[in-house]
């Protein structure tokens, strides 16, 4: 059977027609078109892209058609429609795609996905997700003890990314110091203030504002010149909020920064929220991954003293995305504070333990399962494979920046070795370096990388990000979380660079 006979159409598929052998033949086709992406994806030769402007997608290209219809369409149309998202879309497992924190395409995780999208459940009770509200107490137990806490004393959840992740820590550090806001509201409250490095996520200040706490009272602390929080501007700052009249409450470090990968000193920052009692939210999306790793674990030295951490296994775990946790070292305090007791979900004269029932732990209702793809990548690789993979970037990014720093037209942006797999570097075109350095040459350099950047995309060849950051004109990150990344990737990388930037 094949479905581009006759015309069939979702009609003639289960369960509106008992017909499994039309079914079955459709899922393969599907099946196969991913198979071949999948091949294509791990090939350097192919393309990264193929590079559509939004109008372009928009008008609809050689077929394919975004618009939709009022009337069904072929079986057949839609497999040329799935070919079609595919090749107008990035391969990101591609081995020279370097452009975000989460990056890769684990194949074990992917077969976790495709399961969970097969299940089709919600994570809000036991009574219809199982195996997966267990697994994800195993799971949070497992991360807990890697964090240096006792699992009787943990909670936590998994969240939709490390956005919301860190929302819920601010959110339950507000509902610690002040339990009334859930009933009463803001009003009942001081002028609160919260801290974080000027290096942090801009989610901390996303999260003031929907919580109501708002963005000017978010207070950014400075940072040395590797972009770490400098303990002794917290402790000012907190006191200069005091001495205004303003409530400091919490205190978000950073482990692993996404432009710089810089990991802010927990043990001296937990010294300071002790002494003036503040909860202690550690950001470790992107660096919460070197802690399964012994010979880099201690990068985050002091996160056992945190109130809460957020950590994403979609990031340097290479997990398929998205898969975000947030750990309370608390146990009890998400409950208490997003519970709403929903009569019809939430029964407590079940015949299971309703323990299991983590729905009234969260924000959502609706709640995605995000862990079983976690979950099976841990059984296949055991917490060796995850440390073997992670050492190995940490290695990659050692070579860049070797390599790097003995060519004359890249300059790195901090001389020292890398702190994490983040790499930053300027490239010199070459008749910039005659420019005496000053305001002309930044002008001139602040649009290398652009210019660099777009050719790659329009050409395919790699994808790597840039950013301006403070007084530094735009610059190249280089981040390592691509298991498909060889030497061989990053010299190429190094070589595209100069391909298409000596002329500029």
Same mark, same amino acid.
């Given at each position: 059977?094949?479905?581009?006979?006759?015309?069939?159409?979702?009609?003639?598929?289960?369960?509106?027609?008992?017909?499994?052998?039309?079914?079955?033949?459709?899922?393969?086709?599907?099946?196969?078109?991913?198979?071949?992406?999948?091949?294509?994806?791990?090939?350097?030769?192919?393309?990264?892209?193929?590079?559509?402007?939004?109008?372009?997608?928009?008008?609809?290209?050689?077929?394919?058609?975004?618009?939709?219809?009022?009337?069904?369409?072929?079986?057949?149309?839609?497999?040329?429609?799935?070919?079609?998202?595919?090749?107008?879309?990035?391969?990101?497992?591609?081995?020279?795609?370097?452009?975000?924190?989460?990056?890769?395409?684990?194949?074990?995780?992917?077969?976790?996905?495709?399961?969970?999208?097969?299940?089709?459940?919600?994570?809000?009770?036991?009574?219809?997700?199982?195996?997966?509200?267990?697994?994800?107490?195993?799971?949070?137990?497992?991360?807990?003890?890697?964090?240096?806490?006792?699992?009787?004393?943990?909670?936590?959840?998994?969240?939709?990314?490390?956005?919301?992740?860190?929302?819920?820590?601010?959110?339950?550090?507000?509902?610690?110091?002040?339990?009334?806001?859930?009933?009463?509201?803001?009003?009942?409250?001081?002028?609160?203030?919260?801290?974080?490095?000027?290096?942090?996520?801009?989610?901390?200040?996303?999260?003031?504002?929907?919580?109501?706490?708002?963005?000017?009272?978010?207070?950014?602390?400075?940072?040395?010149?590797?972009?770490?929080?400098?303990?002794?501007?917290?402790? =000012?700052?907190? &006191?200069?909020? /005091?001495? +205004? !009249?303003?409530?400091? *409450?919490?205190?978000?470090?950073?482990?692993?920064?996404?432009?710089?990968?810089?990991?802010?000193?927990?043990?001296?920052?937990?010294?300071?929220?002790?002494?003036?009692?503040?909860?202690?939210?550690?950001?470790?999306?992107?660096?919460?991954?070197?802690?399964?790793?012994?010979?880099?674990?201690?990068?985050?030295?002091?996160?056992?003293?945190?109130?809460?951490?957020?950590?994403?296994?979609?990031?340097?775990?290479?997990?398929?995305?998205?898969?975000?946790?947030?750990?309370?070292?608390?146990?009890?305090?998400?409950?208490?504070?997003?519970?709403?007791?929903?009569?019809?979900?939430?029964?407590?004269?079940?015949?299971?333990?309703?323990?299991?029932?983590?729905?009234?732990?969260?924000?959502?209702?609706?709640?995605?399962?995000?862990?079983? =793809?976690?979950? &099976?990548?841990? /059984?296949? +690789? !055991?917490?060796?494979? *995850?440390?073997?993979?992670?050492?190995?970037?940490?290695?990659?990014?050692?070579?860049?920046?070797?390599?790097?720093?003995?060519?004359?037209?890249?300059?790195?942006?901090?001389?020292?070795?890398?702190?994490?797999?983040?790499?930053?570097?300027?490239?010199?075109?070459?008749?910039?370096?005659?420019?005496?350095?000053?305001?002309?040459?930044?002008?001139?350099?602040?649009?290398?990388?652009?210019?660099?950047?777009?050719?790659?995309?329009?050409?395919?060849?790699?994808?790597?990000?840039?950013?301006?950051?403070?007084?530094?004109?735009?610059?190249?990150?280089?981040?390592?979380?691509?298991?498909?990344?060889?030497?061989?990737?990053?010299?190429?990388?190094?070589?595209?660079?100069?391909?298409?930037?000596?002329?500029?």
């Amino acid at each position: 059977m094949d479905v581009k006979e006759c015309g069939y159409s979702l009609a003639n598929l289960l369960p509106f027609k008992d017909s499994k052998d039309l079914t079955k033949c459709f899922l393969l086709q599907v099946a196969n078109i991913l198979l071949h992406y999948i091949k294509k994806t791990f090939d350097v030769k192919t393309k990264i892209l193929d590079f559509h402007h939004p109008h372009q997608l928009l008008e609809g290209l050689d077929g394919f058609n975004l618009e939709l219809s009022d009337h069904p369409e072929s079986l057949e149309q839609l497999l040329v429609d799935c070919t079609d998202t595919l090749k107008y879309g990035v391969k990101t497992g591609h081995p020279r795609f370097f452009n975000q924190l989460s990056s890769g395409l684990d194949v074990v995780g992917l077969a976790g996905e495709w399961l969970t999208a097969t299940a089709n459940t919600n994570m809000f009770t036991y009574e219809i997700a199982p195996v997966f509200t267990v697994m994800e107490t195993i799971l949070l137990k497992k991360m807990y003890e890697i964090i240096g806490w006792g699992e009787t004393e943990a909670d936590g959840i998994f969240a939709p990314g490390g956005s919301i992740s860190n929302l819920y820590g601010i959110l339950v550090a507000r509902y610690k110091q002040y339990p009334e806001i859930k009933r009463q509201g803001m009003t009942v409250l001081p002028c609160i203030v919260l801290f974080v490095s000027e290096q942090g996520h801009y989610s901390v200040k996303k999260a003031a504002a929907i919580l109501g706490i708002g963005t000017d009272n978010v207070i950014e602390v400075k940072c040395d010149e590797r972009g770490r929080m400098i303990p002794a501007e917290l402790e =000012k700052n907190i &006191l200069e909020a /005091k001495r +205004k !009249g303003q409530t400091p *409450f919490c205190v978000v470090a950073t482990a692993g920064s996404t432009v710089f990968g810089a990991f802010d000193p927990l043990h001296a920052i937990a010294d300071i929220c002790e002494t003036h009692r503040l909860w202690m939210h550690v950001d470790a999306a992107w660096g919460g991954g070197l802690l399964l790793s012994r010979n880099y674990s201690s990068k985050l030295n002091g996160i056992e003293r945190a109130n809460s951490v957020t950590w994403n296994p979609h990031k340097l775990m290479g997990v398929p995305l998205q898969c975000s946790a947030i750990l309370i070292r608390e146990k009890g305090l998400l409950e208490a504070c997003n519970q709403m007791r929903a009569g019809y979900l939430f029964q407590p004269d079940k015949l299971y333990n309703v323990d299991f029932d983590t729905g009234d732990k969260t924000i959502q209702c609706g709640r995605h399962v995000d862990v079983f =793809k976690l979950w &099976l990548m841990w /059984k296949a +690789k !055991g917490t060796c494979g *995850f440390e073997a993979q992670i050492d190995r970037y940490m290695e990659l990014a050692k070579y860049f920046y070797k390599v790097l720093k003995k060519k004359d037209n890249f300059k790195l942006v901090f001389d020292a070795e890398p702190e994490f797999t983040n790499v930053c570097f300027w490239y010199f075109p070459p008749r910039l370096k005659h420019i005496p350095k000053g305001c002309e040459r930044d002008q001139e350099l602040q649009k290398i990388a652009p210019k660099i950047k777009a050719q790659m995309i329009e050409e395919g060849t790699a994808m790597i990000s840039y950013q301006p950051c403070g007084d530094k004109v735009n610059f190249f990150r280089m981040v390592f979380s691509n298991p498909a990344t060889r030497r061989a990737d990053v010299d190429y990388l190094i070589d595209e660079i100069e391909r298409l930037g000596k002329d500029l």
